[in-house]
């Protein structure tokens, strides 16, 4: 009885999980996706904003912690500002817009949990797009 109780105990966690990541991955669609494209564009010229891939590369560049990138995205999304953004990427892009009224605090921290366990780029990929791009 005790194992049957474990053990439902941890499918319905991973069922839990589970269900918090597929919504994670629909609330991306939704609401970063239309800029923030899940694979790199052949063509440079059709970028709006760093890919989802980019974007990750980018936050475990400057963070150490998932736990801080965590903190800086609810901050930024909410209020992208010059100073606390990426110098790099805003003169590339433009500033992004805020997504103030377009995502919750909540969904926000959703995404952020399905992007960093599902979006993943190394250095050495990085360089590879930063070469392919620089020779269009
Ligand atoms: C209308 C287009 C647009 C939408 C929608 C959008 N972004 Fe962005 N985002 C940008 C642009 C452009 C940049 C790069 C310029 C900058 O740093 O301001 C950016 C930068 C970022 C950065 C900083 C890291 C980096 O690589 O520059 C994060 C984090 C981010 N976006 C997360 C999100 C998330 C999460 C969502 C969905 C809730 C979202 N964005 C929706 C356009 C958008």
């Known amino acids: ?13 991973f069922s839990v999980n589970g269900f918090a990541n597929d919504n994670g991955k629909e609330l991306f669609t939704q609401k970063c996706e239309i800029c923030h494209k899940l694979s790199f564009p052949k063509n440079k010229a059709n ?7 980019g974007v990750m590369f980018h936050m475990h560049q400057k963070f150490n912690s998932d736990e801080e990138i965590l903190a800086y995205m609810r901050n930024f999304v909410m209020n992208p500002t010059k100073k606390t953004s990426l110098k790099k990427e805003t003169r590339r ?10 995502v919750t605090p909540q ?8 992007m960093l366990e599902n979006i993943h780029m190394n250095k050495k990929q990085h360089k590879q797009r930063e070469k392919q791009y620089k020779m269009q």
């Open 107 to 114: 969904e926000l921290k959703t995404i952020t949990s399905w």
């Open 93 to 102: 892009f433009g500033l992004m817009p805020s997504q103030k009224g377009n």
């Open 1 to 13: 009885m005790k194992e049957f109780i474990l053990i439902s105990v941890a499918t319905l966690m």
């Open 47 to 53: 970028m709006v904003a760093p890919p989802a891939p």
